[in-house]
Each structure stands twice: as structure tokens, then as C-alpha cells.
């Protein structure tokens, strides 16, 4: 056991009492709530030599069980092995610790201790006695426990229903992509006049697809990246349209709740359709470009997308080829909450600006 510590300021110093029970402060702790044990290092295996009445009833043992007895009776069965050792290296090397153990009563039922141990040095620095605090804590541990246990249920319950809802994303854009198939094939030995309707169709399934396989590949539930959704759309129009038009996206990445992405990606598809179909039909000589700019406006916390091509023309350009698929987008812009604006000093620049609170969470009317 150490002993000559030295006794700097900021220990506890004892006289040395010949008489315990004489000693005034002795009363205090007698009448304290705080159970609190008083062991003598100088004894062999650092006997208890006094424990007041608040120890005795917390532990149920008598006083003459307790006396003369090290402290480590308490511990039993399922006591932290790490967490004793770390009491008894501090109490070797005269620390302070402090620690909560599991210990047991003298009917053998359990309870949480916070324990604190400090050493108590006398006048010429010589390691004394040990005072030992032991706090009842079994209902606070037994709260935190059950909110741990509770809170990696929850958890669990969660990683649960987020591996449900991809597996959904997963099997929606399975039977999407299956009904693109189903239509490719009409589209092969269907009517070539109803072909162009056919192709419009598959491209907003496509749409629809390509929503759900980013959720997927993202491992995102109810929300995507709609910058990027973009880029990527464009890309596969862009290629299918390369010989007559080039798409150019510049998009903010900007995440948008499912509920909304699916008709804000419908509405991009068909200003963008309607472009390529009408710089198509016009048959320009030069190559035609269409520009898709997406951008999250901070300024008024609004999304704005415009689309505008180098293939306009001159003179006005009638409504009907602004918007040919008109029905849908009035309808989807209406579900958004959104204006739909187009500016014909501007290359007859479509822009759709939608309130960001509509694109939050739940903020979309199905
Ligand atoms: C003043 C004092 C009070 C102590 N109080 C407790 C206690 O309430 N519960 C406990 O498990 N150990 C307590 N200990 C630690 C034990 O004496 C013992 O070191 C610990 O249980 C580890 O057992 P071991 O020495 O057999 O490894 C106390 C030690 C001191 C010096």
C-alpha cells in the first residue's frame, strides 16, 4: 500500500485520531444520507473501520458485518471485473476514483453503485485512510439502459423500414423498366403514326425510372439529388438526339422530396421534349442547342429552371411549341405550386419558378 505521498495543499488532511467515535466530524457523516465507508490502509487488505447508518441500510448488513472487512465483499456474479481492478489500482497507488459498479446486497439483490474513493493523508503527508461514497444509481442506470435498449430497437426498426422502402424503389423501377420494354416492342411493329405517342410515354416512364433508381443507388428514402437527376436525363436524351441536338445542363445539386421530384421531373421532360421535337420539325440546317439551367435561388429560397435553344427562330413562337404536352405540365405546375414564365426577349426562355417550401417533406398535396 503507498504511503508517504507527501501532503500538497489541495488534499485531505486527518489529525490522527486515537479514538474514531470521539472525532466531531465522525457525527457528521453518522447523520448524513450519503452511505459512506472509512477504511485504514495501514491495516492488512484495508479493513472498513467505520460505516455509517445510511451504509448499513443501503447494503442490508449488520454493522458488526461490515467492520474489519475490505469492501470488495459487495461485489458479486456479474460485477465489471475491469471497473473493480480500476478501484483497487487507484486505491494501490493512493488515487481518487470514482466509478459505477454493479454490487449486491446482503439479500443478494443488485444494485447499481456510484462509488467514489478518496485517500486522506495525515499531517506529515502519510497515507491515512480511504473515505468511500456510495451512491444508489440502479434506477437512473436502469433508466439509461432501457432508453439504450430502446433507442437500438428504434434504430433497428428503422434500418428495417429504410431497407423495405429501397427494396420498393428497387422493384418499382423493375416494373417500369419492364413496362419501357413492353412498350418498345408496341413500338416496333405498332402503328408508325402512334410511334411518336409511344416514344413521349416511354420517356416519362423513364423519368419515373430514373427517380427511383437514384433513391436506390443513393440509398436515400424520400429524397434525390434533382441537379443531378437532371444531368443524368439530359444525358440519355442527349444521346438519343445527338445527330440534331445538343443538351447542355447546368444544374445546382439541390436535394427535393421524392413527392416532388416526380412531377418537377415530369415538367423538365416535357419543356425539353417539346424543345428537341420542335427544333426536329423545324429542321434547322445548323446543329440545334438546348440549354437546361437549374439553379436553388438563396436570394428568395426559390428553384428556377429555364430552358431555352439556339434553334428559335424568328418571330413570336406560338404557345403550341412551347409547350406541346400543355395538359400535363399545366396540371403538374398547379400540383407544385409553381409559375410557369416564358420570356420571349430571352430566346423565348422557358422558366419555372417553384416556392422552396413547396419541395419540402410533406409539403406537396398527392
Ligand atoms: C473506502 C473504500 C470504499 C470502497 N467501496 C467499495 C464499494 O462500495 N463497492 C465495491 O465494489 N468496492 C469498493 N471498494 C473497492 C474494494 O475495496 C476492492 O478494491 C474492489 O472491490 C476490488 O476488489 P479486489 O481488491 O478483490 O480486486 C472500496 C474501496 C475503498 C478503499
Redesign the pocket.
Known sequence: MAADKGAPQNRSVVQAQPNLESWPFVAVVQASHTPT???D?RLPD?P?IFANDAFVRLTGYGRDEILGR???F??GPD?DREA??A??NA?EEARAVSMT?L?YRKDGSPFW?Q?H?SPIFDEVGMLAY???Y?HDVTAQAEAERALRNARQELEERLAERERLILEIHHRVRNNLQTIVGLLNLEVGRGDPRLRQQFNLITQRIRVLGSIHEQLERFNQWTAIDFGRHLEETCGVLGTLFEERVAIRVDADPFMCDIQAAVPLGLIANELIAARIERIIRIGLAEHGTIQVVFRHRRQDDTIELAISDTGRGDGPMPSGEIFPAGDIVDVLVEQLGAELTVDPAAGWTVKLTVPRSALDLHSVEP
Do not use: K, W
Open positions: 465507508t472509512l477504511t490502509p484495508n472498513i475490505n469492501c470488495r459487495l461485489g460485477t473493480s481492478n478501484v483497487r486505491v459498479l454490487n453503485n462509488l474513493v480511504f473515505v468511500g456510495q
